[in-house]
């Protein structure tokens, strides 16, 4: 909201603050203290040298070049050191003989350092300029016409800066949409009122604080027209007066145009001028319809799909079934809250004048607004919430400041529907504030503020009733009261105090786990990466996956942020996997990255929002809950090209399928449990190079090399590497056995075992673990070996066993028994044979 500072303080002084004053940076430190930032203030440029009003005397038209251009003589009285009229080419064509004007003589420095001085120019001297508003810093459009003025300001030759109130300063207030009401003079000079402990004199209550006398407006005895609205338009309020026997010629006296122009507004003619001032003077839009082009009664209903319309930007919108309009008999006339037609805008030959003003469904004007891509001064009003109950008072005003620019008599008939929306009462109890705040708010303190900013306050002893009043449509419930205290008491006031931590609490055990595993990624040469929560549409398509594979089974996203990419991902190795292409693409090809993340599967439809107005049953809770998707927490790793890089030390060595599964065992180690490996067929997992994680007999993952077509679908380096894993799966308790210590030596043994090809590795190993007694202190496959001698589809697997007591120290006869027993439990389970 654009305001000059000048207007705000002459209405504070008409509302009983004589003489008050403030400077710009404590007006600024005043906004701040009531809870509206600015977004800066910035002053009117300063104009040097010599500017005064000047009485036009004679205009010679100069018809002889390509462009119409005047050669005026402009009587500025004694400040020229002459007293003889100056001559001054101008190609404005918006003054005539006889007009006040404001002139800058040679020597004059306007805003911008535009120097003004004497010079030839179309065959004559020009020594001085005739001013626009747009070259005295009013407004930044340059088309906006030579200044004329009334009698009132001055002489010819007097200085003009005062009588202008050149030396003023525009505040841009940010208005947060639940303060609609601070989008004029009205709101923001009540804000400024409390901020400076100053009476507040409403303008709308008694308009004689903005300087209107209503006493010549006429008591509505009458109906100008019917008005019908339907009821699914949700209009609140409307009325209509009449202004006839204007002058269409008339033109906005300087001192509104100025307002105008400092709150960003373009003047254009009396009566919608007129309009623009009062709702940026009292926060009620209002519209001008040339009275002569509405034909019979009006009717406020909502559109026709399809159906079109002129708005007064000559652009033609096609409506939308939702947008409410008002029509005569012969058509749509104006799109309600946002924008009138241009069937009955007010023209050069308007002479009688129908005002508008009216309350619209805040929502409604809302999704219009945005639908047509078309916000206005008024929309953004209306949406925000407009005062009900000051259509009247800006009818008529509205109406008095017409006749008063363009003469003509206020009609004594007024149309108005709809009542101003009662206010519900809201119970607080008195100590709520202080409770909730923490600060200690004495009873007068909340009444009295609360009064402040006009609600009506019932006391009931330890309980208030308070009613809003009806420009607060933000108020609800107790909050939003205490919330007013808080602002006004000053929120710098409120004391700063640490809570007390509760000791015994710290990180739960799931948030342990979670750290505990991102630590052991990070400390084992692995990059953290954040994945997206979305995947793109036909993730799983690439992969080939089944149609009933449990991940196909995704949340899908009703209003993504990137129609590719509309569902949520129930496994992370799509982001994982495209931050791989991204960096292959950048040159980097030895990658080897790590993402935590939640994924989500859908658990069921939605469910109907329950109304807000009560708590919902519990049933109902229990029915959003369980719609709402299972978001367990995994871990994924993924490697591609070197994981040892080449160097003077040697030859580098690739991210393989092993390294995919030793990442998984770390995270394993780090959340305290043991892994199981099994060979999987799962895509897209390459079925030869993938192993299933388990825990027990449940699968927690998988970890290995990704399917080659997979890899060239998504135009990856061959041979990329993943691991996923979910960690929500695991058991919070730790799974390792207990380690036992011994003080007695080790004895390490071999034994190679020949098996069929097909038989994984690990069931062998567990065999021997088993086969070998309690004295096996652990077993680990160190050689895979095939060759013609083993024999067609044959394997050797060589393993060391480490075999210790507790109790004494192991003879080599008791080793080598434990071993052959191991060798034995491996032939009678696979037919192995132990090579020597």
């Known amino acids: 909201m654009l305001i000059s500072q000048n207007w705000l303080t002459g209405l504070l002084r008409s509302g009983g603050n004589d003489n008050w004053s403030v400077s710009s940076e404590d007006l600024d430190a005043g906004f701040v203290r009531v809870g509206f930032e600015t977004e800066g203030y910035e002053k009117i440029e300063e104009t040097t040298g010599t500017l005064v009003f000047g009485r036009v005397s004679n205009i010679e038209e100069l018809t002889e070049f390509k462009k119409p251009i005047r050669y005026c003589q402009v009587d500025v009285g004694q400040a020229n050191g002459t007293g003889e009229p100056q001559g001054i080419i101008c190609g404005a064509r918006n003054f005539k003989e006889g007009d006040l004007v404001v002139v800058a003589l040679p020597g004059a420095v306007l805003p911008g350092g535009f120097a003004i001085g004497a010079r030839e120019t179309y065959g004559h001297i020009s020594a001085g300029m005739i001013c626009s508003a747009a070259e005295l810093g009013f407004t930044d459009k340059q088309n906006s016409g030579i200044i004329t003025l009334s009698d009132d300001y001055g002489q010819p030759g007097e200085d003009a800066r005062a009588a202008l109130q050149l030396d003023d300063t525009i505040f841009d207030v940010n208005v947060t949409p639940d303060r609609g009401y601070a989008l004029s003079a009205r709101g923001l000079s009540r804000e400024v009122a409390s901020a400076f402990d100053l009476k507040f004199g409403d303008l709308a209550l008694d308009p004689a604080v903005a300087g209107f006398d209503l006493a010549g407006v006429p008591e509505p005895t009458e109906s100008l027209i019917d008005i019908t609205a339907d009821e699914d338009t949700k209009t609140i309020r409307f009325g209509l007066r009449k202004v006839e026997g204007i002058d269409p010629q008339a033109e906005t006296p300087f001192w ?227 919330e007013e205290i808080m602002r006004l008491e000053g929120l710098d006031d409120i004391p700063l105090v640490l809570p007390t931590p509760q000791g015994g609490r710290g990180l739960s055990p799931e948030q342990r786990r979670r750290r505990a595993v991102t630590h052991a990624l990070a400390y084992n040469g692995y990059v953290e990466i954040l994945p997206t929560p979305f995947i793109a549409n036909d993730t799983f398509d690439k992969w080939g996956l089944d149609a009933d594979d449990p991940r196909r089974n995704a949340v899908k996203v009703q209003n993504p942020l990137d129609n590719d990419y509309a569902i949520l991902g129930t496994t992370l190795l799509p982001s994982m996997l495209e931050a791989v292409g991204r960096n292959v693409s950048r040159g980097r090809r030895d990658i080897s990255l790590y993402g935590v993340q939640q994924v989500a599967f859908k658990r069921g439809e939605r469910s109907e929002m329950p109304s807000v107005e009560q708590r919902p049953s519990d049933e109902t809770v229990r029915e959003l809950i369980e719609s709402l998707p299972d978001q367990p927490l995994h871990a994924a790793t993924v490697g591609a090209g070197n994981i040892v890089l080449e160097g003077p030390w040697g030859e580098g060595r690739a991210y393989g399928w092993s390294d995919a599964i030793e990442s998984a065992q770390v995270v394993a180690r780090a959340a305290g449990v043991e892994l199981e490996l099994e060979s999987a067929d799962q895509l897209p997992w390459h079925p030869g190079r993938c192993a299933a994680l388990k825990v027990g007999d449940q699968i927690v993952g998988y970890a290995g090399e990704l399917h080659p077509q997979v890899l060239e679908a998504l135009e990856l380096p061959e041979r990329t590497c993943a691991m996923e894993i979910n960690l929500t799966a695991l058991p919070l308790e730790e799974r390792f056995p207990a380690p036992v210590l011994s003080s007695f030596p080790a004895l390490h043994q071999d034994i190679a075992l020949v098996v069929d090809e097909d038989v994984p590795a690990e069931h062998v190993r567990k065999v021997v673990e088993e086969g070998a007694g309690e004295l096996l202190e652990s077993v680990e496959l160190f050689d895979v070996f095939r060759g013609e001698q083993l024999g067609e589809n044959k394997k050797s697997l060589a393993f060391k066993l480490l075999f210790r007591a507790e109790d004494r120290t192991l003879t080599d006869d008791e080793a080598s028994e434990a071993r052959l027993k191991a060798a034995e439990a491996a032939a009678a389970r696979f037919g192995a044979e132990m090579r020597a």
């Open 256 to 482: 509104m145009q100025r307002e105008l122009m400092l709150s960003g507004i373009r003047p254009v003619n009396a009566a919608t001028d007129v309009t623009n001032y009062v709702m940026i003077m009292l926060g009620q839009p209002m519209h001008a319809f040339d009275a002569n082009q509405v034909k019979g009664n009006l009717h406020i209903r909502n559109a026709q799909a399809g159906e079109k319309f002129e708005t007064l930007d000559h652009v033609v919108r096609e409506l939308n079934a939702e947008d409410v309009v008002i029509c005569d008999e012969a058509g749509i006339q104006s799109m309600a809250g946002v924008m009138g037609g241009t069937t009955s805008e007010i023209t050069d030959d308007t002479v009688d004048v129908y005002f508008e003003a009216a309350t619209w469904h805040a929502l409604t004007v809302a999704r219009t607004s945005r639908r047509h891509k078309l916000s206005s001064e008024a929309s953004r009003r209306f949406e925000r919430g407009v005062d009900p109950a000051i259509v009247e008072v800006a009818l008529d005003i509205a109406s008095a400041l017409l006749v008063e620019i363009a003469g003509g008599t206020i009609s004594a008939g007024r149309t108005l529907i709809g009542e101003v929306p009662a206010q519900d009462p809201i119970e607080m109890r008195t100590a709520h504030p202080s409770e909730l705040i923490g600060v200690d708010y004495s009873r007068e303190t909340v009444i009295g503020n609360l009064e402040e900013v006009g609600c009506t306050v019932q006391d009931n002893g330890d309980t208030l009733s308070v009613t809003p009043p009806t420009w607060r449509t933000d108020f609800s419930m107790p909050e939003d009261l205490i």
